[in-house]
């Protein structure tokens, strides 16, 4: 929403959870109760690390034998790959929403994280205290990634959650402008601005924000308003049709709008911005690398090894990652919903085969 609000302004929430944080703090006059138990500032950089990882240019993937963390020492390490990992992504983060995701979807969770801890270990690698598993292990890892693939294939990425997630950001679009925020000091701005002042961002409930919309009397608020209405009533944006694409011949996400945009405005029946691309697109969680090369094995007698793609490949997809591009048009109308179907068989002119897997479209 920020971006496409802001023009490519980038935003991202990790490190506004590090500011809220300050203002938590702040905003309670945390610091005397935390020294008095004996927390220093040190120890709120390690938190603010936990959560972000480093502050300082460079990661600590890079090997260069610099130290990357204020918060705690090489002694330590180990201690930066529980809550969120940024190596291996192996985490309990992880594990916790996986695990509670599952209890409401159902998609039956293979991974094993007691077995995972209980062949879990420290070693010192190259002066640094670091968290290491046994080798014996890797498949147990492999069905994490596979799991959290399925989460996102059946469950955080379905169809009709990314046609929902397209409407509200199109109401929070229409909302932008007219939608009333104000800090403390009497100082307005838009909603898209919130990011910048936590003050103003830590009054935005999801409650807070749909039915302020919803119940909006301004005028001005009648599209974003009209839009709310739809996915409360399932008046959904319909979708016509979709393009699977390979991980390594991907569509430019876009060049694709920009290409349909250019289709849609050619056709009278529509106007620019009737129909909109939703991306799904799905990995073991590092793109098109194989995160599981990122994690530390140990053998029975202690020593390090890494485990090659050719080694783990029988066990994961062929493809590590793949995009499926799902076309839907916001007029549900029989006449808009044909002139948009029309536009999606269209656009695969533009792609060769070897880019396009598939392409489906009602009744083709």
């Not at 992880?94 to 994280?113: H, P, Q």
Request: net charge neutral; proline share 3%.
């Amino acid at each position: 929403f920020v971006r496409e609000a802001r023009n490519g302004y980038e935003w991202h929430h990790e490190q506004t959870s590090i500011v809220m944080l300050d203002y938590i703090i702040a905003d309670n006059n945390l610091m005397p109760i935390f020294k008095d138990h004996g927390l220093a500032e040190q120890d709120i950089m390690f938190v603010k690390e936990l959560i972000y990882g480093p502050f300082q240019q460079g990661s600590d993937d890079d090997n260069d034998g610099n130290w990357p963390y204020v918060g705690r020492g090489p002694e330590k390490y180990f201690l930066y790959e529980i809550v969120a990992n940024k190596i291996s992504s192996v985490d309990v983060d992880k594990w916790d929403y996986m695990l509670r995701d599952d209890k409401a979807m159902n998609l039956g969770i293979t991974f094993d994280y007691k077995k995972f801890i209980l062949n879990s270990g420290l070693m010192d690698v190259d002066g640094r205290t670091r968290m290491c598993v046994r080798d014996k292990e890797a498949d147990n890892v492999q069905d994490m990634f596979k799991d959290r693939a399925r989460l996102h294939s059946k469950g955080y990425q379905h169809r009709t959650i990314l046609t929902i997630d397209r409407m509200i950001l199109d109401s929070l679009l229409a909302a932008d402008p007219y939608f009333p925020l104000s800090n403390s000091s009497g100082e307005t701005m838009r909603l898209s601005e919130a990011c910048n002042n936590i003050e103003v961002f830590s009054q935005l409930t999801d409650e807070y924000l749909i039915r302020s919309i919803q119940f909006s009397s301004d005028p001005r608020m009648i599209e974003a308003k009209d839009i709310v209405r739809r996915i409360s009533k399932r008046e959904l944006y319909k979708t016509v049709g979709h393009i699977e694409c390979s991980g390594n011949q991907q569509i430019s996400l876009d060049n694709a709008q920009m290409n349909l945009q250019n289709i849609v405005g050619s056709d009278s029946r529509l106007d620019r911005n009737d129909m909109a691309i939703l991306r799904k697109r799905v990995t073991c969680g590092m793109g098109r690398k194989n995160p599981v090369e990122k994690v530390l094995f140990i053998d029975k007698r202690g020593k390090t090894r890494t485990f090659t793609s050719e080694l783990l490949r029988k066990n994961l997809p062929r493809e590590l990652s793949t995009v499926t591009y799902i076309f839907v048009v916001k007029k549900i109308d029989e006449e808009s919903v044909k002139a948009a179907t029309e536009t999606v068989r269209k656009m695969t002119m533009f792609y060769g085969e070897s880019t396009v897997t598939n392409v489906q479209c009602p009744n083709n």
